[in-house]
């Protein structure tokens, strides 16, 4: 290289570094002289890129991605004689992906009562093995799109991820939505019509924004060429039948077909060609643009043409099987109710080698349960609570365990979760996962709640393909408002591999609702169960110390609720008198404050405001008790009489429902004489609770909570609600199961969340707060807690109380409550924008197909067969033409022009004919336009008596033109004069004769020297013909008044109404007619600002808009047309076909799902905040709100996005975060730091924010309602100061909220700190995901996080 001197004398070189192509700057020593010898380089350094050819790129590509490497890093000569666990395909440059095989060899199942005669000599079944296509095995387990769904890591196989795409939802085969995997142009041909024509090509493909230009296409110019035979339609689909599934969907095999081997066999083609026209198939000849002869396409093209010119809904009823298939599966019930009792009777023939044996005889659903289980089949089992229908959810465990799949048993509560998991630890291997708990994932059998399989279905968690049974318990759950949409999204969301199994208290639609499952998984659902009680109840009330049986075997027993009625009114006799009412009033406020006090004694800052607000919910009644204000006895002996009379006839442990937490608390407290347990069970308790708590540390055992209920339990008594501490509630539910406890005040959470009966069931009241309000009891309610009543195998009948204290409820409320029908499963689906988001991240699944599905559109989309057939139907109904004497026909506009004008009438007729000027120029002789009862011609006509106290309506004479009475125009109709000179006068025009002229004076002298009496003479209506032209009399209200003209005319009351004329009356016609200027129809109608004196412009708009209407019907030239009446005829009946037409179709489409406006609002929401763009393609922002599950979505990821957390500490992030997680309403005002403060207002301005834009966007939000929703800040100090490290005691004081309530809160805090942490992965947020993870860790400890004793032990 040659030299470069640079000032100063600096000599340097530059030259290229190997074959990067770097270059290089190198200084040189100076130089002496200057000659050829020094100028050369020191070496030759090789060319920066060395020339490519196949064989190079061939091996750089080879080496580059299809080798694995490991890391020289960390296998390198210094790390040797280390060991290191490593993946030789993880460690690969780029992840391989070997093809799926085509056919795979797999067992043959069989149903276990059909083995047997093929089992060998061995006894054992051993089943036949069968190639089948690997599309087949993986059919129920591939992903949304068309390919197989790839296993993600192992650190998302139970969980997921969220760069997963969810599984294909089962019943989703028939799905508009698939016709994405092929657009349009690959399904009905016009692609290759595309090819064949030439021209531009596509340059974007499907789902992309950009495209690659390739310039134009070469065009193959054809014509079609007809066979002269015929071909039979049948012949048609028979060839397309054969040839659909392999020229369909392989574009690439078949363009070659079509013109490769057409060069290659085109002897052989011609030969076919002539067979195929002689069979009378559809020829097709393809010539080259210098009109040459190219070859002829041959029977296989034949083929192809008529799949191109098959419509796409064809070709997808061909897919899934034939049309008439279709129709049928449409028409068929999915819920198959019962069995036969063939199979009770063979069951043990039927399942010989059952998965599971029972030490106890099954029952006769049970049986059928399991018999269907074996056969594969989904299932429904209805039955009351203890019928025993965890059988069936244990034999589905076993079966998993025994097909080497996996069960799945969802509850709606954690509780049930924990109980289940300790239940069926011992049988099976099974593993727990809740919002806080994660154990044995891998487990064969898994509990968990349903929100965690929704999250699993949605992020494609890989657990997913082993899955064989879904178990949901207490279905009957879907009825809650909140929580019910999560299992409608599962059921949804399910794979097509997965069967299902439903368990449920007794509901009246069972079947239905089995029915709407069936038909969204396009699954049979067999539907058993029973509405027998293995333990019978008796209900009773009990009043002033004594029981009284009202109901038995589910009959109202009326002599039982009579003796009770009797005995309260003998009761009320004796006590009225002052004295008594003083003595007990006396009684009522002694109560008060002993049930107080120890209240006061235990609870933190702001109990004292706090207990009063839940004492309505205690003392509420439903006709059973009156509230606190009433005469009551006091608590200690109420309770102590009912518990001594059950004590006598040995019907303890009794469970009290109380339908409130305080309620609960003072009604135990209140016992504090009464001991009902032995020595030995003391003794047991105090074990037992020792053990328990031992694992808590020293100043949590000394918990003002945990103190008093060990105390309550030493006497037999417990309390069971929200409010306790988790550990605290296992301890109590653990003790009641062994029989310790023998009275058990608890809310209603009690008889959903455990499983644990008792000998009886007591309710406090009939009457429960709900959250928004007081309500009695839900039939449905009562029957749930009243199951909790008699415990199978001990007792022989479960007794139920009601408890009546001043008053006996009425007989009408309690055979409803008792007796009544259960409540009905209802659908409570709504969309959220958490299920918006995820499904808009995979294309193929729409969130139409998800409303479609829902239970709330179930009966509108099982009848979308008949509306198909129903608007085929309508659209095959031939159509009468209107043929018009006039020319072209204008009945059309005519027909708008009335329908328009009848809108405007009916928006103004009764603002304008109820103002006060309006009604002082309804005199007499004013005339006015009527509406017509008997034609939709409006009439002209006179008033001639204005309401009295006789008549309280208008008389008026109307004109009967004879268009008007042989026709029938819709509300308004108007004529015009057109031909003024032709002999032929049009219709409703009255020529005066001339026998008639000059009555004038005659007439209004006569009518002057009479005086009437205002009697009307005439029997109404009245009608009769005078001058030639028909009139009537008749009655009418102000609203049928449609306009008021500007002229009035001269009449003679008397000798219209009272002593009726026919020359008063043909004056009266002649003078209407005189009225009507230039031969219009209608005389000017008066204005609405100057006359009327109207106000409001709205109204003044429409009125001249609806007198301009009438003006132009008069210009219309089917206004007294012959033929009118007729022509109306046909144009309503063409509009309402019309209309039927459009409705249909309507209620056929996507715009007809109820909830498709909110949809929109709510789409229209993710766009303006960029969760989604234009395209509805989810951006960064939307996948963040994907993570956010336990608190509200937009507030959340508003949150991040502002970057609201980057200048608190952790332990001020989790005190705030708080506030999205708290669900209490009312809770003391916390005290908080200035920072915290700032904050809290800037987090509930956001939530301000969106609600606005949401109300703005059509979403129904209140904005207000939304912030106060979403964000409660009750207990931002306590956790604030939980994080610091403050004792669990100590924080407990600086709020009134209960300590259940703060650990469940502070417990979903820690779920809400990992999505966050997530959340901020996604973004890049390293400081903020670090900040997560120390907030965590900072409220991870003590009693908060105590291990369940379900899940340890004791």
């Not at 034949?302 to 099987?321: A, P, R, Y």
């Not at 305080?662 to 004489?673: E, F, G, I, L």
């Not at 009437?1012 to 013909?1025: D, E, R, T």
């Not at 929703?1269 to 939980?1282: C, P, Q, S, T």
Request: proline share 5%.
């Amino acid at each position: 290289m040659e030299r470069l001197t640079a000032a100063n004398e600096v000599a340097f070189r530059i030259g290229f570094s190997g074959h990067s192509g770097h270059l290089r700057l190198e200084p040189l020593p100076p130089v002496e002289r200057s000659n050829s010898l020094t100028s050369l380089p020191e070496f030759i350094i090789p060319p920066a890129f060395p020339p490519e050819t196949p064989e190079s790129l061939k091996e750089y590509l080879e080496e580059k991605y299809l080798q694995p490497e490991l890391d020289s890093n960390v296998f390198s000569v210094e790390n040797s004689g280390r060991l290191w666990e490593f993946d030789w395909f993880d460690r690969a440059k780029a992840p391989l992906e070997p093809s799926d095989a085509r056919i795979v060899v797999a067992p043959s199942w069989e149903l276990p009562f059909r083995r047997s005669r093929k089992a060998g000599s061995s006894g054992i079944w051993d089943p036949d093995s069968v190639q089948i296509d690997v599309a087949e095995l993986m059919e129920g387990a591939q992903d949304s799109g068309g390919l197989s769904h790839m296993p993600g890591p192992a650190k998302d196989f139970v969980r997921g991820s969220i760069n997963n795409r969810p599984f294909r939802p089962g019943g989703l085969d028939d799905s508009q939505s698939l016709e994405r995997i092929l657009p349009e142009g690959a399904r009905n041909g016009d692609w290759v019509r595309e090819l064949i024509d030439g021209g531009v090509a596509q340059t974007t493909p499907p789902s992309f924004r950009k495209g690659l230009e390739l310039g134009h296409l070469k065009e193959y110019p054809y014509y079609w060429k007809h066979a002269n035979i015929q071909c039979s339609n049948e012949q048609v689909q028979i060839a397309v039948e054969e040839n659909l599934n392999k020229y369909s969907v392989q574009f690439d095999d078949l363009f070659k077909k079509a013109w490769e081997e057409d060069i290659t066999e085109k002897d052989v083609q011609e030969d076919t060609i002539e067979q195929s026209g002689s069979d009378g198939l559809i020829q097709i000849e393809v010539v080259t643009k210098e009109g040459d002869e190219f070859d002829v396409i041959p029977e296989v093209q034949s083929s192809l043409d008529q799949i191109l010119l098959t419509e796409s809904e064809e070709i997808s009823v061909k897919l899934n099987g034939s049309s008439e298939d279709s129709a049928q599966r449409d028409g068929e019930a999915w819920a198959l109710v019962g069995g036969t009792e063939e199979i009770v009777a063979h069951f043990y023939e039927l399942v010989p080698d059952m998965a599971i044996d029972f030490p106890f005889e099954l029952d006769k659903f049970q049986k059928e349960a399991i018999y269907y289980l074996e056969k594969g089949d989904s299932v429904f089992v209805a039955a009351h609570t203890s019928a025993g229908k965890t059988v069936v959810a244990e034999y589905a465990f076993a079966l998993a365990s025994k097909h080497c799949t996996r069960a799945v048993y969802t509850a709606p509560i954690k509780t049930i979760s924990n109980q289940k998991y300790r239940d069926f630890c011992g049988k099976f291997d099974v593993g727990l996962l809740t919002g806080d708990i994660s154990i044995k994932p891998e487990a064969s059998c898994l509990i968990m709640t349903t929100e965690i399989l929704r999250s699993m279905l949605y992020r494609g968690a890989d657990i997913i393909r082993d899955i064989e049974w879904v178990i949901f318990d207490e279905v009957h759950y879907v009825n809650d408002v909140e929580r019910g949409v999560v299992w409608e999204e599962v059921i949804i969301m399910l794979p097509r591999h997965v069967n299902i199994i439903l368990l449920s208290a007794t509901v009246p639609n069972t079947v239905e609702f089995a029915d709407w499952i069936g038909r969204t998984k396009q699954k049979k659902i067999r539907v058993t169960g029973t509405t027998r009680r293995p333990v019978p109840l008796e209900h009773c009330l009990f009043y002033s110390g004594e029981l009284y049986k009202i109901c038995e075997n589910d009959k109202f027993l009326s002599q039982g609720f009579t003796a009770a009625k009797e005995a309260y009114k003998k009761k009320n006799s004796s006590l009225v008198g002052g004295k008594s009412g003083l003595k007990i009033g006396h009684q009522i406020s002694h109560s008060a404050t002993q049930v107080r006090q120890p209240d006061n004694s235990s609870r933190g800052r702001g109990q004292n405001h706090k207990g009063p607000k839940h004492q309505i919910v205690g003392s509420g009644t439903s006709g059973v008790y009156q509230n606190s204000a009433g005469p009551r006895r006091s608590e200690s002996s109420f309770w102590l009489l009912l518990v001594n009379n059950l004590s006598k006839k040995s019907l303890l442990p009794v469970v009290i429902f109380c339908f409130s937490k305080v309620r609960c608390d003072k009604s135990a407290d209140s016992m504090y004489t009464t001991d009902l347990t032995t020595s030995p069970e003391k003794s047991e308790i105090r074990v037992f609770c020792d053990k328990a708590f031992s694992r808590l540390k020293g100043s949590d055992r000394k918990l003002p909570q945990v103190v008093r209920i060990q105390g309550l339990l030493r006497r037999g008594i417990a309390v069971h609600h929200a409010g306790l501490l988790p550990i605290v509630k296992e301890v109590v539910e653990m003790l009641f199961c062994r029989g310790v406890i023998k009275v058990l005040f608890s809310t209603e959470t009690f008889a959903m969340g455990v499983n644990a009966p008792a000998r009886t069931v007591a309710f406090d009241a009939l009457r429960k707060f709900d959250g928004k309000e007081f309500r009695k009891l839900l039939p449905g309610e009562y029957i749930q807690m009243a199951g909790r009543a008699g415990r199978r195998g001990l007792d022989k009948i479960g007794t139920v109380i009601v408890m009546c204290r001043d008053e006996i409820p009425e007989e009408s409320d309690l055979k409803n409550v008792i007796v009544g029908k259960p409540t009905r499963l209802e659908s409570q689906f709504r969309l959220t924008y958490t299920m918006i988001l995820h499904l808009l991240r995979v294309e193929e699944l729409k969130v139409e197909d998800m409303l479609k599905r829902s239970f709330a559109e179930f009966h509108a989309q099982k009848n979308l067969p008949e509306k198909e057939r129903l608007l085929l139907q309508k659209l095959r109904q031939p159509t009468k033409t209107i043929e018009c004497i006039k020319g072209e026909p204008s009945i059309e506009e005519y027909y708008g022009l009335l329908l328009e004008a009848e809108t405007c009438r009916e928006q103004i007729s009764e603002a304008v004919m109820q103002s006060h000027s309006a009604q002082q120029f309804l005199s007499p002789g004013r005339v006015v336009i009527v509406k017509s009862k008997s034609a939709d011609d409006h009439l002209l006509g006179v008033i001639l008596k204005s309401p009295s106290a006789t008549y309280k309506e208008y008389i008026v004479l109307v004109a009967i033109t004879d268009s008007t009475s042989s026709m029938q125009p819709p509300s308004v109709s108007s004529n015009r004069v057109q031909e003024k000179e032709s002999d032929n006068f049009q219709q409703g025009y009255f020529v005066v004769p001339k026998g008639k002229r000059g009555m004038d004076d005659e007439y209004f002298s006569s009518a002057s020297s009479r005086k009437g009496s205002g009697a009307v003479n005439i029997k109404l209506p009245y009608s009769g013909i005078a001058a030639g032209l028909s009139y009537e009399v008749i009655a009418i209200e102000i609203k049928e008044i449609v306009s008021i003209c500007q002229c009035k005319i001269k009449i003679d009351q008397v000798r219209l109404l009272e002593d009726p004329s026919n020359t008063a009356y043909s004056k009266t016609v002649q003078q209407l007619i005189e009225k009507k200027p230039d031969g219009s129809k209608y005389p000017p109608a008066l204005d609405a600002v100057k006359d009327l004196k109207m106000k409001d412009i709205f109204i003044v708009e429409k009125y001249r808009a609806y007198n301009m209407l009438l003006q132009r019907l008069t210009e219309n030239k089917c206004h007294g047309c012959i033929k009118l009446k007729e022509h109306i005829v046909l144009i309503k009946e063409q509009m309402k076909q019309k209309e039927e037409v459009n409705a249909l179709k309507f209620q056929m489409s996507d715009e007809a799902l109820q909830q498709m406006p909110d949809f929109q609002g709510r789409i229209d929401v993710l766009k303006e905040i960029h969760c989604v763009d234009s395209d509805l393609v989810v951006q960064l922002k939307g996948r963040v709100a994907c993570e956010m599950n336990s608190g509200e979505e937009l507030i959340c990821t508003e949150c991040l996005f502002e970057n609201q957390l980057d200048d608190l500490e952790p332990e001020e992030v989790v005190a705030i975060m708080s506030a999205l997680v708290f669900q209490q309403n009312n809770a003391s005002e916390p005290s908080l730091t200035p920072k915290l403060a700032q904050a809290k207002q800037r987090l509930y301005d956001t939530a301000i924010k969106l609600g606005v834009l949401q109300a703005q966007l059509k979403v129904a939000v209140d904005p207000e309602e939304y912030a106060r929703d979403n964000l409660k800040f009750g207990l931002v100090e306590v956790v604030y100061e939980w994080a610091k490290g403050t004792p669990f005691a100590d924080i407990c004081e600086l709020t009134d909220v209960s300590e259940g309530i703060i650990v469940r809160t502070i417990v979903r805090l820690d779920e809400t700190c990992r999505e966050f942490r997530n959340a901020a992965s996604i973004m890049g947020n390293s400081a903020l995901y670090k900040k997560m993870e120390t907030a965590s860790n900072a409220i991870k400890r003590d009693i908060v996080f105590a291990a369940s004793l379900y899940v340890t032990g004791v």
